[in-house]
């Protein structure tokens, strides 16, 4: 990981949240999630660095075959596929969300540029279900230290080793955020 994200004040569409070390909730513990969309409706993200066991194969009927992990995106809808992509606008409907990064897209088009195999696992994730907030429900988790805000990029949204993005991220920040990526998830055993 080469880029330095930097850090916002506040959350924005396209951001990343990255959760406190002591954040010690179910489906947030550790994570990072980037911001689809933030507005006065509400936000809208999806957990990046939690690979589930299942193929998206296994997980979705009729569709082309496409070995890739399938991704928890949060607890909301986990019934439903969601995806981030780099490919822009060629797949219809897409919306930009940050520089480099779309979200969704028609469907049948999607299906139709891997069954032709102009779509690699290098340019698209998928999701089960989505992480979401009411108005001000993140802002007073924002007060309350859950998370810590920083720009994003596909270089995060598509990393290689996803289980390490947390603490990957925290320390290519330097070095106040370097000692919270040591911070042990139970300091208990420490």
Do not use: C
């Not at 506040?10 to 550790?30: A, C, H, V, W």
């Amino acid at each position: 990981m080469k880029q330095k994200p930097r850090k916002l004040s506040l959350p924005e569409q396209g951001s990343m949240l990255i959760s406190e070390p002591f954040l010690n909730d179910t489906y947030f513990k550790r994570s990072v999630v980037l911001l689809t969309e933030h507005d006065e409706q509400g936000t809208v993200g999806l957990i990046l660095n939690k690979p589930t066991d299942v193929h998206l194969n296994e997980a979705v009927e009729d569709f082309p075959e496409f070995r890739v992990p399938l991704y928890f995106g949060g607890p909301v809808e986990t019934d439903t596929l969601f995806y981030v992509h780099t490919l822009g606008e060629r797949i219809p409907g897409s919306k930009k969300i940050a520089e480099g990064l779309w979200w969704g897209g028609d469907y049948d088009e999607l299906k139709q540029l891997i069954h032709l195999g102009e779509i690699t696992g290098e340019h698209i994730r998928f999701y089960a279900g989505y992480s979401g907030w009411e108005p001000d429900q993140l802002t007073g988790e924002m007060k309350e230290r859950s998370w810590l805000v920083f720009e994003s990029s596909s270089e995060f949204a598509f990393s290689e080793n996803p289980s390490l993005l947390w603490r990957d991220v925290l320390r290519n920040m330097g070095n106040e955020y370097a000692i919270l990526s040591n911070f042990p998830e139970d300091p208990n055993l420490n």
